[in-house]
């Protein structure tokens, strides 16, 4: 079983759309959970932690749900500049402190 | 957040060659890691590179294969050894402190023909 499973998409969605991401974990001693999003033919960039209160950055909305071991992302008010792919990262101390990602669910928004 | 810097950016190498790739981050930093990212894939990790003492490997990864250096608190190599078509990826160098988030270079895209 993978450490982090995403839906890997495609999600096409129109400019202004509001589009969830979610995403899973099997390690239930996972500790860091991160939003990473990775442009085509770049590398992976933090776009936010994620924490369990929930925090928001803008039109970014992160959720952690410790009892059903996922963490989703909202976006609001799609931009055609979210277009990208979105990794799940998942940090879990007891394996040596290894960051684990997803595969990733692409995006792209549409005029 | 550091600045990483990544040599060379990309290669096309032959088979049977060897590859070291250089990263180079402006601040010292006490955790280094080199992810490999196939075409299509997401990230995995091949080794954490210690500074003073060997690198730290991930299961399916050899340092025959994968030698890591690192001198110092700043800089770290990768080669990639022996190479086949299957080495063919990005390879990417990260650093960032223990349980919180990596910043990432930007990546060496090798083709190996």
């Known amino acids: 079983r993978k450490e982090v499973e995403q839906d890997p998409g495609p999600f096409n969605v129109p400019e202004g759309a509001t589009v969830a991401f979610n995403c899973t974990y099997s390690?239930?001693?996972?500790?860091?959970f991160f939003w990473y999003r990775q442009d085509c033919r770049k590398e992976p960039k933090l776009l936010m932690s994620?924490?369990?209160s929930g925090n928001e950055d803008g039109r970014f909305t992160a959720q952690l749900n410790r009892a059903s071991q996922y963490i989703s992302l909202l976006i609001r008010d799609s931009k055609l500049s979210d277009s990208a792919t979105y990794l799940c990262?998942?940090?879990?101390?007891?394996?040596?402190?290894?960051?684990?990602f997803g595969t990733g669910t692409s995006l792209t928004v549409i005029p | 957040s550091a600045v990483i810097s990544q040599k060379p950016s990309r290669d096309i190498c032959q088979r049977g060659t060897s590859l070291t790739i250089q990263c180079q981050v402006d601040?010292?930093?006490?955790?280094m890691f080199w992810y490999r990212q196939q075409p299509g894939q997401s990230l995995t990790l091949i080794a954490t590179?210690?500074?003073?003492?060997?690198?730290?490997?991930e299961s399916g990864f050899v340092i025959d294969k994968f030698p890591i250096s690192r001198p110092n608190l700043t800089f770290s190599t990768l080669t990639v050894s022996n190479m086949s078509p299957e080495d063919s990826s990005i390879y990417l160098c990260?650093?960032?402190?223990?349980?919180?988030?990596?910043?990432f270079g930007p990546g060496t895209r090798l083709t190996v023909t």
């Open positions: 990260s650093v960032g402190p223990a349980r919180h988030e990596q910043y």
């Open positions: 390690n239930s001693a996972s500790q860091s």
């Open positions: 994620v924490y369990s």
């Open positions: 990262v998942v940090n879990v101390p007891n394996t040596g402190n290894q960051f684990y």
């Open positions: 601040s010292q930093v006490t955790m």
């Open positions: 590179a210690n500074q003073g003492s060997e690198a730290t490997y």
